[in-house]
């Protein structure tokens, strides 16, 4: 039970105690106390050995607060000389969020259905990408293609990679490649967290929050004087991973620099472990893999100078990435092949204020420049001499930069009945590529946005929000959105949304030319933006009996997502000319439950999920309105503190996926899918020397899964192949890990 009880009045004595459902009575615990007096300023008293702190004599009425690491927040009011008895609930497995938030706040009290992923998970993933952190995630599928890496689908979204929003620190990754950020390229080592809301946030972070938006915190505390970490990563398909980090704190400086360089020396179906095999395979049929040889190099500073109230951040890093495709031996002599070479270089640099203003408001800016580029080339390598012979006519470079701005005015206290938002977003975007019209295009996006949060009673909050956007290249929709919480205690959540998302086209979409001999594929100016239509309904409950804490969820939503931007064949075209249009919609609709618990040396979790997804031909055809597919997860976490011991097992089932398409050339409706699949790692890590040196090992992707077989029906034409399998995994395999951290 979390509340507050009113306690007999007594005329002498004058006291707030705190007590637990367990009748202990909580010692040594801030209790704070604003005065009613315009300007009067906070009061602080502390609990004695039975839970008492004493009021003041003169100055009611005053607003409560009492704030403690081992107890939920509580709020509330007291009139007059009497004594107040508050009741506390020790605090449950909820993690602090700031995405989507005024301030930091818990996530159970957090009007957004927010989900984390903690250090302690990653590590104990063994995850060193994006890409492997994600695969435990319910309504989170992914995909792998050769040349651009991974990406992910999000809550049944149409397109791999489109409609999420990927952040760090709450700025955007530039660079995507087919419409999507390569997950393999967003290395961990020097994230804190990642933060998760499914569902559109265009409100706050605009374009491409459609289906959700995952934002990763960077460790930015340096809690001593002087540390540094280093750290080793194998694995048996031939992953050679290296990063080292550190920095110091001094007064009101603090300074942290990381690297690392990840090697991966490419796998193809059958291949066996390769235990430190470093050849190049550079002359026979076993050169060419189906997962691309890639070389990452990566390396970030972040200084923050802090002040009083006030904090400067500045975050700058580099990273390069080369992917190697290494084309098969030609007939008839096989002496001679095909390589081409895929450079990313990318960087980042990014400078934050936060500082904190009179009446409690809070200014959070940043200004941001990212740089991207992609340099394709292509060469005849001779097998005989191992020489290469690249031919710069079909070497290609793209260049995409972005200057990012946003700041926002919050007022956030969760004991007032109304805090409000208000900020801007400022989006520019460059793009040059032989593969643009005229080469270079740009586009501007400006937006005001804002939203409130209102309490009518201390259950419920209310949180209207509203975007307003101008584009240089097209309309930008208004975007309103309005979530409700309500509380009736501290365990018990009802949430419930209803967002408007929107993609907009991107400069591809407005401006791609490519014409050659398969190609004739054409972008439109006049596009619009997509938008959606997103409800969500949610329900939590959470808790802790003795050393028992738990937390289970059930959440629905449905989405729609209008004019939908479609390669389609160009009405008056030839065959293979190709263009964007808005033509289509797409719904998706789902439910997902997930229960959490912690008991002593273990934590559990399960959950499951079912997706569907809309079948537009079924308006004209004799088919079902919906294909469904479900998802179910699970992991298992021992940790033995005594012993700097843990084991993790982690399980995921992703169901087969279905959808409908028309094929031209048996001029009827046939099915496209995707069967299904099952994905279990198990982890083990010991921490030695007074938990400096932590090594870890494990086997992932324990039942073995490489391709999973998937048809894809279409018509005759250049666009519409036929894929019979669809790469998940590497097979099964093996890693052992080793970090060491110093500290002074």
């Known amino acids: 039970m979390c509340g507050l009880l009113l306690a007999a009045a007594s005329a002498n004595a004058q006291y707030v105690r705190l007590m637990t459902s367990g009748d202990q009575h909580p010692s040594s615990v801030k209790v704070i106390l604003t005065p009613s007096a315009k300007g009067a300023a906070d009061i602080v008293i502390v609990t004695d050995a039975d839970g008492k702190a004493k009021l003041p004599a003169a100055g009611y009425p005053y607003r409560i607060a009492v704030h403690d690491m081992s107890y939920e927040n509580v709020h509330d009011t007291i009139g007059g000389p009497y004594d107040k008895v508050i009741w506390l609930d020790a605090k449950t497995m909820s993690p602090v969020v700031i995405t989507g938030q005024y301030q930091a706040t818990s996530a159970d009290n957090a009007v957004q259905r927010v989900e984390v992923i903690d250090r302690k998970k990653i590590d104990a993933m063994a995850a060193q990408n994006l890409r492997d952190v994600l695969t435990n995630q ?19 979204s149409r397109r791999y990679g489109a409609d999420a929003k990927i952040l760090i620190d709450g700025v955007p990754v530039v660079g995507k490649q087919d419409g999507a950020i390569d997950l393999s390229q967003v290395n961990l080592a020097n994230i804190e967290r990642i933060e998760i809301i ?34 080793t990563y194998y694995e048996t398909p031939g992953t050679y991973n290296v990063n080292v980090g ?48 890639r070389e ?60 904190d203003v009179a009446g409690g408001k809070h200014i959070n800016v940043f200004a941001a420049y990212n740089a991207y580029k992609r340099v394709k080339t292509e060469g005849v390598n001779d097998l005989t001499t191992l020489t290469e012979n690249r031919d710069p006519a079909l070497q290609d470079i793209s260049y995409y930069n972005e200057f990012n701005s946003r700041g926002v005015l919050t007022s956030g206290n969760s004991n007032k009945k109304l805090d409000y938002e208000v900020g801007y977003d400022v989006n520019i975007q460059f793009a ?7 080469r270079r295009q740009q586009m501007g996006n400006y937006a005001l946005y804002g939203s409130a949060e209102y309490r009518p009673f201390s259950q419920l909050t209310v949180r209207p929000g509203l975007r307003y956007g101008y584009n240089t290249r097209y309309d930008a929709p208004l975007i309103p959105s309005v979530n409700l919480m309500y509380k009736p205690d501290s365990r018990l959540a009802f949430r419930a949304s209803y967002a408007k998302g929107f993609r907009q086209p991107d400069l591809k979409d407005l401006y791609f030319e490519l014409v050659d001999i398969n190609h004739d594929i054409h972008g439109n100016p006049d596009l619009k933006a997509e938008y959606s239509d997103n409800y969500l309904a949610s329900v939590s409950y959470n808790g802790r009996t003795n050393d028992v804490a738990y937390r289970t969820s059930i959440s629905a939503y449905y989405n729609r997502v209008n004019d939908l931007i ?22 998706t609709k789902g439910l997902q439950a997930t229960a ?19 079948n537009q031909l079924s308006e004209t055809e004799d088919l079902p309105e919906f294909s469904y597919s479900p998802e179910a997860r699970s992991s298992i976490t021992y940790t033995n503190k005594q012993y700097g011991f843990s084991v993790s097992a982690f399980y995921k089932y992703t169901g087969r996926a279905i959808r409908y398409v028309w094929n031209d050339d048996a001029d009827m409706a046939v099915q496209a899918r995707m069967n299904d699949y099952t994905i279990a790692d198990l982890t083990m890590s010991k921490q030695f020397f007074k938990k400096r040196l932590n090594i870890s090992a494990g086997c992932k992707n324990l039942f073995d899964v490489a391709n999973v077989a998937a048809t894809q029906g279409g018509g005759g034409g250049v666009h519409a192949a036929t894929t019979s399998s669809a790469a998940i995994s590497m097979g099964r395999y093996y890693f052992v890990g080793t970090q060491y951290n110093f500290s002074k």
């Open 596 to 614: 959490d618990v912690s008991v002593g040396a273990f934590a559990i979790s399960v959950g499951g999920s079912y997706l569907g997804t809309y």
């Open 296 to 355: 990452q190099y990566q390396g970030a500073l972040q200084y923050i100078y802090t002040h009083g109230k006030t904090s400067v951040n500045y975050k700058g890093s580099y990273f390069y990435e080369v992917i190697t495709d290494r084309g098969m031996p030609m007939q008839p002599y096989y002496e001679m092949a095909i390589d081409r070479r895929y450079h990313t270089y990318r960087r980042d640099n990014a400078v934050f204020l936060n500082t």
């Open 246 to 293: 550190g920095g110091f704190h001094r007064k009101a400086h603090s300074l942290r620099v990381d690297g690392f360089r990840n090697f991966f020396g490419g796998w193809k179906p059958g291949n066996g472990a390769s235990f430190f095999d470093f050849s190049d395979r550079p002359a026979d049929t076993s050169r060419a893999m189906l997962w691309k040889p």
């Open 138 to 156: 319910l309504e989170v599928r992914l995909e792998y293609d050769a040349i651009f890496g991974s990406s992910m689908n999000m809550q049944g």
């Open 198 to 231: 499914k569902g559109p946030m265009s409100v706050s972070y605009g374009t491409d929050a459609i289906a959700g938006t995952v934002n990763l915190i960077t460790k930015k505390t340096v809690k001593n004087k002087v540390e540094a970490q280093a750290g």
């Open 432 to 438: 040059n590529s032989t593969q643009i019209v005229d």
């Open 566 to 587: 479609t390669l389609v064949q160009k009405v008056g075209g030839g065959p293979t000319e190709y263009w964007y249009q808005n033509i289509s919609f797409f719904v």
